[in-house]
């Protein structure tokens, strides 16, 4: 009796030791509300991916960032919420939004697709917002909808852009340029000469952006 009480015990305190351990792991890997931490590296020659691509917010502030994104990546549309916070908190951001949409995600090219085209004509960053808002029911005459209320006034110069070889060079432009940074999965942000895989806190995303205006001097908030 002593000896199975013995066992029983030890055996709660194995699964405890390994309960812990599971805790740990999960706390270095994700943040207080879950999220995955992002891994982040310094990259040599990053500016060069900044140099294409529609700007999101402050087209004139010098802290540029460079996003790569799905727009049915649930956690890509949670960074549009962070770089709001940022913007909130009085720090203007210049983003660079490039494609890389994933195959597992059937209407996501044609949701980048409408983006390039759309941002011919409307104001980018708002075509962004709609299209990440519809991006669990993105119908052809939802995409539609949404360029047309966002501001494309030729809708009929829209719908050549959805079917052109010129939108398709683009999305590969944005895959090449994707693969030579080795993006594995997105969002993958660019802060400066800082490659951030995953989406970033709040926080986390403030201090990067202090560590780009050191780079400038005294650049503008």
Do not use: W
């Amino acid at each position: 009796m002593k000896e199975s009480f013995h066992h029983i015990v030890t055996a709660l305190m194995v699964a405890c030791s390994v309960a812990s351990l599971v805790i740990v792991a999960k706390q270095n890997l994700f943040g207080a509300g879950g999220t995955r931490r992002p891994a982040v590296e310094k990259i040599s020659d990053a500016s060069q991916f900044a140099s294409r691509g529609y700007i999101l917010g402050d087209g004139r502030s010098p802290n540029k960032i460079v996003l790569f994104s799905d727009f049915q990546c649930p956690f890509c549309a949670k960074v549009m919420h962070v770089l709001d916070s940022l913007q909130e908190s009085g720090t203007s951001v210049s983003v660079v939004l490039r494609h890389v949409p994933s195959v597992s995600h059937p209407r996501a090219s044609l949701l980048a697709s409408a983006f390039e085209c759309g941002a011919a004509q409307a104001e980018p960053t708002a075509l962004a917002r709609a299209l990440f808002s519809i991006a669990n029911a993105a119908t052809d005459s939802a995409i539609f909808d949404v360029a047309v209320s966002t501001g494309v006034a030729d809708s009929a110069k829209f719908a050549v852009c959805m079917d052109s070889e010129e939108v398709r060079v683009v999305l590969r432009r944005d895959s090449l340029d994707a693969a030579r940074l080795k993006v594995v999965g997105t969002p993958t942000l660019l802060i400066g000469d800082i490659r951030a895989n995953g989406l970033p806190t709040p926080d986390s995303l403030a201090a990067y952006v202090q560590r780009i205006r050191g780079t400038h001097g005294s650049a503008a908030p």
